[in-house]
């Protein structure tokens, strides 16, 4: 089992920033390929950023690309999402999830069903 806890998220006005933390527990945290995914009110969950065991093999929703950046450091078993000029579109409850990678170095999936532990999310709001 992989426990996944999110934290930073909160309220931003629209333009602003916010550091999304995905702290990691429970197995061999650098295994597994990471991922970011967004469901706002309404809506169907969306996926929004991956990142393959050792970070170098990262991929992004066209509609965040050039505003986020996903990264993720194995000696303390967290994964981020930088969200920077923050639209109220982006406004949604995110989640971190992780993907069992065992033989696949650049893994970077992006759909749900590829997943296998989920965090309980974190909420954003960005208002205009």
């Known amino acids: 089992q992989v426990q996944l806890v999110e934290s930073g998220g909160g309220l931003v006005q629209a333009g602003g920033s916010l550091r999304l933390s995905c702290a990691a527990s429970?197995?061999?945290?650098?295994?597994?390929?990471m991922g970011w995914f967004r469901q706002a009110p309404g809506k169907e969950r969306e996926f929004v950023a991956t990142?393959?065991?050792?970070?170098?093999?990262?991929y992004y929703a066209a509609s965040v690309k050039g505003r986020f950046t996903i990264s993720r450091d194995n000696a303390k078993n967290t994964v981020y999402l930088q969200m920077n000029s923050l639209k109220p579109e982006d406004t949604a409850v995110y989640s971190c999830?992780?993907?069992?990678?065992?033989?696949?170095?650049?893994?970077?999936?992006?759909?749900?069903?590829?997943?296998?532990?989920w965090g309980q999310g974190t909420q954003v709001t960005v208002s205009s």
């Open positions: 429970g197995r061999t945290f650098s295994n597994y390929a």
């Open positions: 990142i393959n065991r050792s970070g170098d093999s990262i």
């Open positions: 999830a992780a993907a069992d990678a065992a033989g696949r170095f650049y893994y970077t999936p992006r759909r749900e069903i590829d997943y296998n532990y």
